[in-house]
């Protein structure tokens, strides 16, 4: 018998005002398999992230990865890895990922610390995490075929140092402009009406504190959204800038992005965790 592989998609997380809640996958993998390791791929020891939560499904033998999603870049390495890595111990066992979809969400969000990266990768297309639950948008043709456009500075970051940075309340006037955006995000993927993403994704929960972290990352968002994108956001903790755009006007958004970092030209990736 083939020893299995198990691919899982990277992540944009918060995706603006939808702080630890929503999450859109995104077409790099992280493809995680067992057996010999193949060329390019990487055998994961039993401190990796994916093979703790491997071992955590009653997952055996040895485990290798192989993953074109930056590291500690805000596009989701860590729980695309642990989703990718949970869902092969399930196939493993010839259980279906979609019937242990619960029991991956479980492992990968406890594993992750919060349920929208991997949710979104375990599911495809654009989440939101409600409590333990993974609820995904109705993603139609117009915003299903746009293009994701993340702006990848040449920097990294720490999730838990861009977390410490967040202050220890929220003001009653921004936690009621999130409720806004988060309505008319949602709004927009329900209606499949690209319009309403127009200041859909301003945020006022963390990206005002993170952004500054970041150079060049607000003036990223602004000159992408200048320049024809629907919106942007910080994706995850950053550093990457993420904004979503009519396939029309993608050449005329990647040029107006600043130097210090390369744009890559994605699509939201509608499979989630599968095998291949």
Do not use: Y
């Not at 809640?21 to 995680?32: C, E, P, R, T």
């Not at 995850?236 to 990647?254: I, Y």
């Amino acid at each position: 018998m083939t020893d299995p592989v198990v691919r899982a998609p990277a992540s944009s997380a918060n995706l603006g005002a939808g702080f630890d809640v929503f999450g859109m996958a995104v077409d790099l993998f992280a493809d995680v398999g067992t057996g010999s390791a193949p060329k390019g791929a990487q055998p994961l020891d039993e401190h990796h992230p994916g093979r703790v939560a491997f071992d955590r499904l009653g997952g055996e033998g040895p485990v290798w990865l192989r993953c074109n999603i930056p590291m500690a870049r805000g596009l989701g390495f860590s729980g695309a890895v642990r989703v990718g890595a949970a869902a092969l111990a399930v196939v493993q066992s010839d259980r279906s990922i979609a019937d242990e979809t619960a029991a991956i969400l479980e492992v990968a969000t406890e594993l992750e610390g919060h349920g929208d990266n991997v949710a979104a990768s375990l599911l495809g297309g654009v989440v939101a995490s409600v409590g333990r639950r993974a609820v995904p948008f109705v993603v139609g043709p117009t915003l299903g075929s746009a293009a994701f456009v993340a702006w990848v500075p040449d920097v990294t970051t720490s999730t838990d140092r861009s977390r410490r940075s967040l202050s220890a309340s929220v003001d009653r006037t921004a936690a009621v402009h999130n409720l806004g955006r988060v309505a008319q995000f949602t709004l927009a993927f329900a209606h499949d009406d690209p319009d309403l993403l127009h200041g859909a994704t301003e945020d006022r929960l963390h990206q005002t504190e993170r952004l500054p972290l970041v150079p060049g990352a607000a003036g990223a968002i602004a000159a992408g959204v200048d320049a024809g994108a629907w919106c942007g956001w910080l994706s995850g903790s950053g550093p990457t800038v993420g904004l979503l755009a009519d396939r029309a006007v993608v050449d005329r958004v990647v040029a107006s992005l600043p130097a210090g970092g390369h744009a890559k030209v994605l699509s939201i990736d509608r499979h989630g965790t599968r095998v291949v």
